[in-house]
């Protein structure tokens, strides 16, 4: 088999770049441990993660308050559950959700009727403050859609991938899970060629299967070829910030087309 890539490194939107000694990811990144693909495919000592906590900070001018999974910790449990951001009887369905989704297998999400996050919370009894001033911007940053007019099957898979597995990032970047995959696809005998856009398609000796080809003869161009929808893009903010430094929630710092996190210790 042989890969093409247009780009001259791997891993299409999950990239790094090296910039006066930073690590910087492109876009917002993270990576869920508990996923079963990633379960499956990667080998995650060998990426050397860094893992976050398991919450949030929520930031208004002037304060900020912890809001993180008193299950996993403990330390933050009192300032979690006195949190005046969040009602008590929404932390209290938040782990009734939590319990539910847990004894799901993540396939079964995809099969269940499907409606849009916040359909799908005020069915649970979720109140209006909960969904704006936690919901919206935490899944905001995930599906960047702070509508929450997402379908719930994405809100349930990540929610209970936040709920038993680790939000990491390699010590080397996201840029290191392309990599480690590409190596993995070599050693199985693939062959990949970066730098290479795939134009066309033309009929191979199988005549079941396509063969790509980046010159003339008869051939199928690729935009010619059934697609599957996807999601549009949508624009976002990126704020690179140096560690240690304070952040002024009235200030915006720097604006690009993608969202980005520091993805090693010194940025």
């Known amino acids: 088999m042989t890969v093409y890539e247009q780009r001259e490194t791997v891993g299409g939107r999950v990239r790094s770049r090296q910039t006066k000694g930073c690590t910087l990811d492109y876009g917002f990144q993270v990576l869920f441990t508990a996923y079963p693909a990633v379960r499956r495919e990667l080998d995650l000592d060998a990426l050397d993660l860094r893992a976050f906590k398991p919450g949030a900070v929520i930031a208004r001018p002037g304060q900020r308050s912890v809001l993180s999974d008193p299950l996993r910790d403990p330390n933050a449990a009192v300032e979690s559950l006195t949190n005046p951001e969040v009602p008590m009887v929404d932390k209290l369905r938040t782990l009734a959700l939590r319990r539910d989704l847990s004894v799901r297998e993540y396939e079964s999400l995809f099969e269940r ?155």
């Open 113 to 267: 009727p499907d409606s849009s996050i916040r359909a799908s919370l005020r069915e649970w009894g979720f109140s209006e403050r909960y969904l704006s001033n936690f919901i919206a911007p935490f899944y905001g940053g995930i599906t960047l859609d702070r509508s929450l007019g997402t379908s719930k099957r994405v809100f349930e898979y990540t929610f209970k991938a936040l709920s038993e597995g680790r939000t990491v990032v390699p010590a080397g970047g996201m840029g290191e899970i392309g990599r480690q995959l590409a190596d993995s696809a070599e050693a199985a005998g693939a062959t990949i060629e970066t730098g290479h856009a795939v134009t066309e398609l033309k009929p191979s000796v199988d005549t079941r299967s396509l063969s790509p080809t980046r010159t003339g003869g008869q051939s199928t161009r690729l935009s010619s070829l059934p697609r599957r929808r996807s999601p549009r893009d949508s624009p976002a903010t990126t704020t690179y910030q140096p560690r240690g430094s304070a952040v002024s929630l009235s200030t915006t710092v720097s604006l690009t087309v993608h969202r980005s996190i520091p993805a090693s210790d010194c940025c």
